[in-house]
């Protein structure tokens, strides 16, 4: 059982010595045996009757495989087997060689439905499996029914065909199935006692073959104990126990059941020595099996070198031993995962060739010393002990086909060049056939044999098998997949978690991993319910570097993987966990201008239908659609964009729904971009817009409601003209200042992302992206030449992308300064060898100084320095805001001035018509040259966009009398701003008067970057200080110069000591920072937790390094716990839906679903039908009945799916939890918050004394931290409670609102 050589391969020849006509006469001889409680007699196997044309002799035209027999060996065969899958194996089988010839019955449990394929089914009842006397009465009951059943039954023509391991070697089983008139296909009841697992081993010992060290506890015929009775089976462990100790070892092992299988009635024995342990080891086997019988012990292999040891399966039939071994790799169950057929030539990767030449040879021996007479396996473990040498143990051999047979079945061919088919096979062995005579296969050296489990691996080998149903098969054929099966219907735990099987041939082991890691990935079962992480497991084994290298053994199968945290998602999953919750509770419950205010159903039908409309429309493509596929070059684009504007008299831009909805619906433009974008590309297009604007709030708002701002971007990329996305400069996106060393992988991952949605994962040139860099204030500072928009412009450039510099206008920003930021943009793009042809002016409101002439003379500053370095006019794009419906009119006047100075490349931002927030593109296009079926397409797009943007009702704040017409600023939203002041409690009409007030004594002027943002927590700040008072810029000053501190957060701050901006600092400024030194100190120090490239996980996609880098701890928090599927990403191409009133979406309602596989690839829509809303069955159906629960239906690919949830306005208990409970108001010893925003972290501890102006807790309140300090009314009282939960990794902190306790205060003791 040693060697270390290795030898040249040699075949073993095997002879059968027994010849044909005595197999078929010689009677069988048994004792009786029980069979449960029941004697049955013995039976005889008689000669049965030859197909006609066929002769029996000992001679080669005897040795036929199932193939080449002309007609079937029995009519009926009956498949008694629990599992699914292997049911469906034996039944393809017999399909693939016989056709429908053959009559197939499928024995299942009452209730099921059969597989298809099936002609018939025989109902048991439910977990009566093995009990023969239930099957005889159905089987009796099915003869009296079926004529044919019983007159070949009579005949004994037909087949019992089982598959399920422990009944299939049973012996007992046979009697009791010949008792019954049926065929018996397995191994004669004489030969498979003897072949039992005891008495393999005691074969093993007689023949001289290798067998670890066994001790029978109690023999194959012992007498079973009651284990009904307590103390009997008390009794039994003891005994078992006993001889256990008895053995004096301390050596590893297995306490074994005979009747076992597939990891069942098997437990590790660590320390035999242990009388617990061997106590829990022994209980397991025996509740496992419900017998006693045939149990032993069996000592592991290796256990003196390290542990490691590789499965061979050496398949026989009757003495005949096949081609190649089959190694197999398996779970901590003992449950196989995969088995892998090698030739002969290909065994030495795993074991030298003479010791496996010796175990062919030994398996002959035990098979013939077993009298074995049909197909079965010889199971050993290859290893290299403590001394290097290499051993092999036999362990058992498997008295029955099995499915994995075809990982050694595609290694052999008959005379015809047929395959082996194994069930088949087992049918023309029980006729009467020899074990036909096989060559070797010369299409394939290598045969993979992966089982489909659905469950999630962990690196201990262990499965968590996962619930669901089963419908087939996705993704493409593939040519070296031999065979596919998958089980349809309810995966069942009870029977074979297995769900079906893949067989994969190779001409190498290389070649086969390649083959398995495509299949993985290409090939998934479509499963209704939890998803599962298996694929992706396999994916991981197949590529890794030890698996390819033959170096991961049978019993460490996933050890060295990467472990997927979550799995793959299927549709189930979307509409369980992300759909069915805004059905039944709503998108955002409470929120709202008016909460109440749904969209009707006149406006969701109208949005559908117009979703569907749009897109059976093709848009029409143009130069930048070639350009942004990788087809033209950047410049034939501008060039096309340059004849197009001049024929028009300049262009529009629209800004629907990003920058209507930023201002006038509280930021809700994510969920309605993609059907704009499709409005936009189809009729926007036709209509001579050429770009369409994205990003800003609408990323971040996007994030914080739970969608991610990736797919927000993707959906946006318009198809024939260009996304402009706003970016706020080194914030990008955010409100967090990030570092070069973020930036730059941000900007790389945010091209890769553009490019693999235009180019299909081919790169190379300019990528289409083109962000507007709009940083407030210009600011530039000669002395160091620093200035944050010149740094991330050239970032953006170096990542291949198209950022379009934005100056921001002010009539107080001489324009000097503006002649020395032109020609600096013009100079980092030449840097980088691309020619500046497009630049933007963007003024943030509007205001009194927003006029045509004004803007005319900043556009010819412009043009001026680009005329100065030979370069063509540039094309200006203009933004701005509408407060007073002049905006449109002061667009159309500078165009109209543009065009009398032959200036024709002039493009300005617009909304659609009405729309009460940006300029009216219908008046201000007045002024281009469009023809009339331009004006047409301008109304249809217009009509369009206004029914996409109702869906947003509930948030519409376009009516609010919060900005005056002269606001010189855009100040977020009006949406939020009116949010964010309810949270505060403040009347929303003074926000604007407080945002002022701030900008007086703060005059940030467009300054650092989010400047709007800026003044209006400033603002806030001031309303809700009760020291400030009257609400003043005087009182304002008097508090900030008497040491006063305003609740700000970090940010705030920061930007004040930069002041990055072009007007002075005020001396206010400086001295609030004096006041908060604490808090500006943690503020700059806030970029040390900044999230880099380090932090995240190797297998992110660049679409989650995006929203890592861009959005920090939030968007890093996203992308891990996107797989979990809490995020509504999904519905952002169902508007409809989401914004729907609870329970109210009709019946009838279609929409798509974003199914994005988050490995990188482009996401994907599902098609899914709403079929309505029901209650669960049994459930109280009235009003007030607690725990009702509802049913949700759903029609995808043909197949209803259902999801229960409970009902929210179902009676819930008294006692459940309300939130935070309020602060009493007067008590100095229950501290509220005055500051909304989530709790993200204490700074003092229970029994601290507190001082003045030390930090107390740190929140988040409106997206940005806040550190609240010490007042001084509660220094040297002492914390006896923090009452709030802190933000974790996993988990959020406590939402606070002004007025809920934030921290429990007790005097200092005396």
């Not at 076992?260 to 209980?283: N, Q, Y």
């Not at 092999?392 to 005379?415: G, S, Y």
């Not at 609030?1072 to 297998?1099: C, F, I, T, W, Y």
């Not at 979990?1124 to 990403?1129: E, P, R, V």
């Amino acid at each position: 059982s040693k060697s270390g050589s290795a030898a040249p391969p040699r075949r073993v020849e095997v002879e059968i010595s027994a010849v044909l006509e005595e197999m078929l006469s010689r009677p069988v001889r048994l004792t009786q045996r029980l069979v449960g409680s029941k004697a049955f007699s013995p039976c005889l196997r008689p000669a049965l009757p030859v197909p006609a044309g066929l002769k029996l002799s000992k001679r080669a035209n005897a040795n036929i495989s199932a193939p080449l027999a002309p007609e079937p060996p029995f009519p009926t065969v009956i498949i008694y087997n629990q599992s699914k899958h292997a049911t469906q194996s034996v039944l393809a089988d017999i399909r693939a060689v016989w056709g429908s010839k053959v009559r197939v019955l499928q024995t299942l449990e009452e209730g099921k439905q059969r597989l298809p394929g099936m002609d018939a089914a025989l109902y048991v009842k439910p977990k009566t499996w093995g009990d023969l006397e239930h099957f005889k009465e159905r089987l009796n009951f099915a003869c009296s029914q079926d004529h044919a059943l019983h007159h070949q039954r009579s005949a004994r023509q037909v087949v019992f065909m089982p598959g399920w391991s422990a009944f299939a070697e049973s012996a007992e089983a046979a009697v009791g199935v010949e008792a019954l008139g049926l065929v018996w296909p397995g191994t004669e009841p004489v030969a498979s006692q003897g072949l039992e697992k005891i008495g393999f081993k005691r074969i093993c010992e007689k023949v001289g073959a290798p067998t670890p060290p066994f001790t029978v506890l109690s023999e194959e015929d012992a007498v079973p104990v009651d284990l009904t009775d307590a103390a009997a089976k008390e009794a039994c462990v003891q005994e078992f126990m006993n001889k256990v100790a008895a053995m004096k070892t301390s050596e590893m092992g297995l306490i074994k059941s005979i009747h076992g299988g597939g990891g069942k009635g098997t437990a590790h024995l660590h320390h035999p020595d242990k009388p617990e342990e061997a106590r829990r080891a022994v209980e397991k086997v025996i509740t496992e099996m419900n017998r006693t019988d045939g149990i032993y012990f069996e000592q592991r292999v290796n256990t003196k070198g390290d542990g490691r040891f590789y499965q061979i399966e050496l398949e026989v039939d009757g003495k005949t031993v096949a081609d190649g071994g089959r190694f197999v790799w398996f779970n901590s169950s003992l449950q196989k995962v995969v088995e892998i057929g090698l030739s002969d030539d290909k065994i030495g990767m795993f074991m030298p060739t003479d010791l496996y030449q010796k175990s062919r040879q030994w398996s002959a021996a035990i098979a013939a010393e077993g009298n074995n007479n049909t197909r079965g396996t010889m199971e050993a473990l290859v290893f290299q002990n403590e001394k290097g040498e290499f051993e092999v143990q036999f362990i058992e051999c498997n008295r029955r086909p099995q499915v994995e047979n075809e990982a050694l079945a595609l290694l052999q061919k008959d005379a015809k060049g047929h395959r082996r088919y194994t069930f088949a096979e087992l049918m023309m062995r029980a006729k009467g056939y020899p074990a036909p005579t096989f060559e070797v296969a010369t299409d394939a050296s290598v045969v993979l044999h992966a089982r489909w489990l659905h469950g999630n691996p962990n690196n201990k080998g262990q499965i968590t098998y996962q619930a669901g149903s089963i419908s087939g098969m996705t993704g493409p054929r593939l040519d070296y997949v031999k065979a596919e099966l998958m089980a349809p219907g309810e995966i069942s735990f009870t029977s074979d978690p297995q769900l079906g099987k893949a067989v994969i041939t190779a001409d190498s082991w290389e070649e086969m991993c390649d083959n398995a890691a495509e299949y993985f990935t290409l090939r998934k079962p479509t499963v209704m319910g939890a998803s599962s992480t298996y694929a992706q497991t396999m994916y991981n084994l197949f590529t890794h570097p030890k698996m390819r290298s033959g170096e991961i053994a049978s019993n460490e199968t996933f050890t060295y993987l990467e472990i997927p945290e979550h799995s793959d998602r299927g549709v189930l999953n979307y509409l369980k966990d992300q759909v069915s919750p805004v059905l039944v509770s709503g998108y955002r419950p409470g929120e709202g201008i008016d909460s109440e205010r749904f969209p009707t159903k006149g406006v969701q039908a109208g949005l559908e239908k117009l979703i569907g409309t749009l897109s059976q429309e093709p848009p029409r493509a143009t130069e930048f659609t070639k350009f942004a596929r990788g087809e033209a070059s950047y410049e034939d684009y501008i060039k096309s964009l340059r004849a197009q504007l001049e024929k028009q008299g300049g262009g529009w831009v629209t800004v629907a729904p990003r920058d209507t909805a930023q201002q006038g619906n509280d930021s809700e433009s994510a969920s309605v971009s993609n059907i704009s974008r499709v409005n936009a590309e189809v009729w926007a297009e036709k209509a001579g817009c050429v770009g369409y604007e994205i990003g800003g709030a609408q990323y971040q708002a996007g994030l914080i409601r739970g969608f991610d701002p990736a797919s927000i971007m993707r959906l946006g990329l318009p198809y024939n003209m260009p996304a402009h996305s706003l970016q706020r400069s080194q914030y990008v996106n955010g409100l967090a200042e990030l570092t070069p060393e973020i930036r730059k992988p941000l900007f790389e991952s945010t091209a890769a992302v553009v490019e693999q949605h235009y180019r299909a994962g081919t790169t190379g040139g300019l990528v289409p992206w083109h962000p507007y860099n709009f940083h407030a204030g210009n600011f530039y500072d000669p002395a160091t030449n620093y200035s944050p928009q010149d740094s991330t412009t050239g970032e953006l450039l170096d990542a291949k992308c198209l950022p379009m510099p934005n100056w921001v206008f002010s009539a107080k920003f001489p324009l000097e300064a503006l002649k020395g930021w032109t020609g600096r943009q013009i100079d980092l793009f030449a840097k980088r060898g691309v020619q500046l042809h497009q630049i933007r002016i963007k003024n943030p409101g509007q205001g009194k100084d927003w006029t045509a002439e004004a803007i005319w003379t900043h556009v010819q500053t412009m043009a001026a320095v680009f005329k100065e370095k030979g370069l063509l006019p540039p094309i200006v794009y203009i933004h701005n805001h509408d407060f007073n419906g002049q905006g449109g009119h002061i667009a159309a006047e500078l165009l109209r001035t543009a065009q009398k100075a032959n200036f024709n490349t002039l493009v300005i931002d617009a909304g659609y018509r009405k729309n009460g927030t940006h300029n009216d593109n219908t008046v201000q296009t007045s002024a281009l040259n469009l023809e009339p079926e331009q004006l047409e397409a301008l109304a249809e797009y217009n009509h369009n966009q206004q029914m996409i943007e109702n869906i947003l009702c509930r948030f519409d704040s376009r009516t609010s009398q919060m900005t005056p017409w002269n606001s010189d600023w855009a100040g977020g939203t009006e949406g939020s701003d009116i949010r964010i002041a309810k949270e505060y409690g403040l009347d929303v009409r003074k926000i604007n008067d407080a945002k002022e007030i701030a900008n007086e004594v703060f005059p940030l002027e467009r300054a650092v970057t989010p400047f709007s943002e800026y003044k209006l927590r400033l603002g806030i700040a001031i309303m809700i200080e009760p020291g400030i008072e009257p609400k003043s810029a005087d009182a304002v000053r008097k508090w900030v110069n008497g040491g006063g501190k305003l609740k700000v957060g970090g940010d705030v701050l920061v930007g004040l000591k930069r002041w990055e901006t072009l007007v002075p600092k005020t001396p206010e400024t400086d001295k609030l920072l004096a006041n908060m030194p604490d808090e500006l100190a943690a503020a700059m120090a806030q970029q040390s937790k900044l999230v880099g490239p380090a932090d995240l996980p190797d297998h992110f996609s660049s679409a989650q390094r995006h929203t890592a880098l861009g959005y920090q701890a939030k968007g890093l928090e996203f992308a891990t716990s996107q797989r979990k599927g809490t995020d509504l990403s999904p519905l952002l191409v169902a508007p409809h839906v989401l914004h729907g009133a609870p329970k109210k979406l009709p019946a009838g309602t279609k929409f798509d679903l974003l199914v994005d596989p988050l490995d990188g690839s482009i996401p994907k829509k599902a098609e899914i039908e709403f079929l309505g809303f029901g209650l669960a069955p049994g459930a109280a159906s009235g009003p007030d009945a607690a725990g009702r629960e509802l049913v949700l239906s759903y029609l995808h690919e043909g197949q209803v799916v259902q999801v229960q949830l409970p009902d929210p306005d179902a009676a819930v208990s008294a006692t459940s939890s309300s939130g935070p409970r309020k602060a009493a108001p007067g008590n100095k010893l229950e501290v509220p918050t005055m500051v909304p925003g989530e709790i993200l972290s204490y700074s003092v501890k229970v029994g601290d004394v507190l001082k003045k102006g030390q930090p107390l807790v740190v929140l988040e309140s409106m997206k940005m931290e806040m550190k609240i300090s010490v007042p001084d009314e509660l220094d040297g009282l002492v914390v006896k409670d923090l009452p709030c939960k802190g933000r974790t990794k996993e988990l959020q902190g406590d939402i606070l609102a002004p007025g809920d306790l934030m921290l429990e205060l007790q005097e200092p003791s005396k």
